[in-house]
């Protein structure tokens, strides 16, 4: 019995679908559209379709500048009562939203306004990463050729260089300066 009573409560205080219409209806003959719409919208889905709020959603999606939505509710609204004695009206407003919306660059409704557009800051933009540089191509060395001798004889020559170099280094440096033999310092001269 309670459980009756909270049932029968729950369902007069759950809004209806001719409350929502009506509610609808005042705002948007007070030219609310955007508050209308919500409760419109409510309406048709509380009662069914029903094509009274099919054609009050698509008068306020009309109003509201949004062509796209107001054509998609004009041809629910011609299929729910294809016998209209207004059919012929719903069927050219239907086409004249048909070529509104092809003509439209975007689908956007026409009511809201464009978002601020920022100032062009040239420290803000950001600039692509720079592309990868590539590693230089590899330098092959030249294949040796057999005239050139081994390997280990240039290696072998090139050891016995620096050792001459070094003692050279190291003769010349423990001479402290002295003058060269006159042995010597006559092949050096001409």
């Known amino acids: 019995m309670v459980s009756t009573v909270v049932v029968l409560m729950l369902v007069a205080a759950a809004p209806t679908g001719r409350a929502e219409f009506e509610t609808g209806r005042r705002l948007f003959l007070a030219e609310k559209f955007e508050e209308a719409l919500p ?4 309406a048709r889905e509380l009662s069914d379709g029903r094509p009274s709020t099919i054609e009050a959603v698509a008068l306020c ?11 998609v509710e004009y041809r629910a ?4 009562d294809p016998n209209r004695p207004d059919a012929a009206e719903v069927r050219a407003k239907i086409a004249a939203l048909e070529a509104r919306v092809a003509a439209s660059p975007t689908l956007a409704p026409k009511s809201r306004p464009d978002p601020p557009k920022e100032p062009d ?3 803000s933009r950001r600039t692509p990463p720079p592309p990868p540089i590539a590693p230089p191509p590899p330098i092959a060395a030249p ?5 050139d001798g ?7 020559i090139g050891a016995v260089a620096v050792v001459a170099a070094g003692v050279s280094v190291a003769a010349i440096a423990s001479s402290g300066g002295e003058p060269l033999p006159e042995s010597l310092d006559r092949r050096f001269v001409r």
Do not use: M, Q
């Open 77 to 80: 609204l011609l299929a729910a």
């Open 121 to 123: 800051n040239f420290a």
């Open 143 to 147: 294949a040796p050729s057999e005239s």
């Open 61 to 71: 999606y009309e109003k509201l500048g949004d062509d796209k939505n107001a054509l």
């Open 39 to 42: 409760h419109l919208l409510r």
């Open 150 to 156: 081994p390997p280990w004889l240039w290696i072998a």
